[in-house]
């Protein structure tokens, strides 16, 4: 495949974390490509937050080596915009104000869809609004590495398809590496271009995900790795647009 | 959930016994109605500021009725009518003016040291461990010494002139300000930080553009508790050793037993605390104004 012939930009090496007695992540490791858009998927607790959060620089690992692109943005569940800022200073968080960052953040949030808004309190937007100036936040500063923590599950499901589609559009056009956290086995293999899976603090499945397969549906090894945990499977094959939120957060063992 | 049938047909069941109680479905409108606000409709300004001052008119009243039918003796409660004519001399000769003046210098003057002082000190603990473990337990016993028992020792120290009534009242309003302060940058939500954090904001920016705001209405607490404060401190230096201010006035209208000049500045000091909360309102109106538009979107 050709993102093995692009460098890498984030790579784990045997990292481990432990939170108590719980294992999140046990002699971790996973290389990101350049422009590789990954889908993590996993039950709740898995630890795909924890991975998340590594490569934030959150927190820190117990043992191993992690390395990450130097400009990289997080995308939250929650907007987590500050409320005492209007909307552009928001988008401007932590950059210096001037004229030509000020344009930038006009064009990124023209692009999100919120050319108006960027003089609005954050307490006045609704919560898909909200999102996308965090979506606008995260890109404004072209990053090489760009993390979405469950961006999507706060909102109602017309707005996620169109926020999942203006994600797409974005990330091919910007192409960062990005990694996406999901609960939706469905919006892992519509946006992503390879799909891991974490389970005892390990990849479980790691699928990628091309036209071909897209057009079958799915991976076979996803196929597998989703029959043998979620019996709905085959209704989500059949029916196409089924949230397997519910198979992926209680029923996923290998 | 047992009792007249089995598990496959408890709908059933449910609906049998809904029925029962008389409960059914209706589509006749009759039956609905507009459901109520959470707050009652904005009600008239004129109308809301009328409704403010009604508690003390009726105060007043009852007073002027009392004075009038000689229910209230003269002596021990001045009628209003005397302590209005009073009042007027008292402005007209630039007395009152003059005490009014001392005053309100002395309690601003100890209100911005105190104030300040507490401010900057509460956000340092709030902030850095480092602060937290030189400040706080020295303030915790500085909070539990009475202040007005510093009196005579400040005295001893500053000798009877103003410095040492502007340091009791800065004493006394750096307290609930250091208090506030404290809390407000420690209350800041945790996700924004991380947040901040994320997209690379230094640590000033960090205070200056998170903590603060988020501590605004902590601090606006803590400006109106110091302004209390100091007044409290402003009567207790102005009764001893001193020469000048409302406190002074009072003084020597009790020992002329003058009731009505003493409740004259009675009200000047009620008049300070509505005073106080109008400007403690106006700089959150001024300061906030994100609070403001979600205000006005709800």
Redesign the interface.
């Known amino acids: 495949m050709s993102q093995h012939t692009l460098p890498v930009a984030v790579r784990v090496k045997q990292a481990s974390k432990q939170f108590s007695v719980k294992k999140v992540l046990d002699q971790f490791s996973l290389d990101i490509h350049e422009g590789e858009f990954v889908a993590l998927l996993g039950k709740s607790g898995s630890g795909k937050t924890t991975l998340l959060r590594i490569l934030?620089?959150?927190e820190t690992v117990d043992a191993g080596e992690v390395l990450v692109p130097p400009v990289?943005?997080?995308v939250?569940q929650?907007p987590?915009l500050?409320?005492?800022?209007r909307v552009l200073p928001n988008v401007l968080?932590?950059?210096p104000i001037d004229d030509d960052t000020r344009r930038a953040a006009k064009n990124a949030l023209a692009e999100v869809g919120l050319a108006s808004h960027e003089d609005?309190?954050?307490?006045?937007l609704s919560g898909g609004e909200a999102q996308r100036v965090a979506l606008a936040?995260a890109l404004i500063?072209q990053p090489q590495l760009l993390m979405l923590d469950e961006p999507f599950a706060a909102l109602d499901a017309l707005t996620r398809l169109k926020m999942q589609a203006l994600v797409q559009s974005l990330c091919q056009r910007y192409t960062p590496a990005v990694l996406l956290v999901t609960h939706d086995v469905d919006e892992a293999i519509q946006l992503a271009d390879r799909v891991l899976v974490l389970a005892d603090g390990k990849v479980a499945v790691d699928a990628r995900i091309s036209l071909n397969t897209h057009a079958a549906g799915a991976m076979p090894a996803l196929t597998s790795y989703a029959s043998s945990c979620c019996r709905r499977w085959a209704c989500f094959r059949n029916s196409g647009r089924l949230c397997m939120r519910e198979c992926a957060g209680n029923n996923l063992r290998r | 959930m047992t009792g007249c049938c089995g598990n496959e047909s408890r709908f059933a069941c449910w609906r049998a016994t809904s029925a029962a109680t008389g409960f059914k479905h209706s589509t006749n409108t009759h039956t609905l109605e507009t459901p109520k606000p959470l707050h009652d409709a904005s009600r008239k300004r004129g109308l809301s500021l009328g409704l403010r001052f009604l508690v003390p008119l009726l105060i007043v009243s009852l007073w002027s009725l009392g004075s009038f039918y000689g229910w209230i003796a003269s002596n021990i409660v001045a009628p209003p009518w005397v302590v209005l004519k009073s009042a007027w001399s008292l402005a007209e000769s630039g007395v009152l003016w003059h005490h009014l003046s001392i005053s309100l210098s002395r309690a601003g003057l100890g209100l911005l040291l105190g104030g300040s002082f507490g401010l900057w000190l509460g956000i340092t603990a709030g902030l850095s461990k480092l602060g937290e473990e030189l400040i706080d337990p020295s303030f915790q016993m500085f909070r539990a010494i009475p202040f007005l028992a510093l009196i005579p020792l400040l005295i001893v120290w500053f000798g009877i002139g103003e410095s040492s009534k502007i340091l009791l009242i800065a004493a006394g309003s750096a307290k609930p300000m250091y208090l506030n302060a404290y809390t407000g940058v420690r209350s800041v939500d945790r996700k924004i930080i991380e947040a901040a954090k994320i997209f690379g904001l230094s640590r000033w920016a960090m205070i200056t553009e998170i903590h603060l705001p988020a501590a605004l209405p902590y601090l606006m607490a803590g400006l109106r508790l110091s302004m209390s404060m100091a007044l409290l401190a402003l009567i207790g230096v102005e009764v001893i050793n001193t020469t000048q201010g409302i406190g002074f006035l009072m003084l020597q209208a009790q020992e002329y037993f003058r009731t009505e000049v003493l409740i004259v500045c009675v009200v000047i000091y009620a008049l300070f605390g509505l005073g106080t909360d109008f400007l403690v309102k106006l700089i959150e109106r001024i300061s906030m104004p994100w609070r403001r538009a979600h205000k006005e979107r709800t």
Not at chain 1, 82 to 85: D, N, Q
């Open positions: 934030a620089g959150l990289r943005t997080v939250f929650e987590r500050i409320e005492s800022k968080l932590g950059l609005a309190w954050p307490s006045t936040r500063r």
